[in-house]
């Protein structure tokens, strides 16, 4: 499976302007669901500042790139896009996630507020020693006679694709709750 493949996560940042904001998030949430016509949209999710006059997250994510670009050529996205340039003092600032760095990406809460890094960790070795014993197990014995480099070179080739898209992402969906708890 390629990166283009992948699940996708783009986070938008913006400052709405100073009185608009109310409007400004009206407007993204009325494209939040124009979005769900997009095929490959999986969901969508507003970050408002943690203080007054500090930007807004917008954090989108598709199946895969292509479905992100379909969005990204539609109507709806420049004429959404249109009107959010009277309502936002600034051109959004985009950060991509895919891959590894995806496996991660938080419901919506604070930007300041991620899992511990210590239940990541758990969820991590969760899929990573059931895929490396079976992977041991399985084609170990097939790779005895090589060198170590290049056993080695196969078995995380094997591994990293096997947890990015197959483990991590349903790992990460069925821990959720424990991964971010509710804040106190």
Known sequence: M?????PV??????RARPGREREYEATIRDMFAAMH??????GADLIPPEKPGDDYQVVVRFACETAMQLWDESPERRRFHARLVELAENEPAYRTLTGLEAWFTPPVVPPSLHPPRGRM????????FP??????????PLLEDLPFLLRTAILT????PTMTYLLMPRLTRMLKGWLSPPAR
Do not use: K, P, Q
Not at 2 to 6: E, G, H, K, L
């Open 9 to 14: 996560t783009r986070i938008a940042r913006r």
């Open 2 to 6: 390629s990166t283009s493949d992948a």
């Open 131 to 140: 895929t490396v014993s079976l992977y041991l197990w399985l084609v170990g």
């Open 157 to 160: 080739g094997l591994v990293v």
């Open 121 to 128: 960790t758990v969820v991590t070795w969760l899929g990573i």
């Open 37 to 42: 016509a997009t095929n490959g949209f999986l």
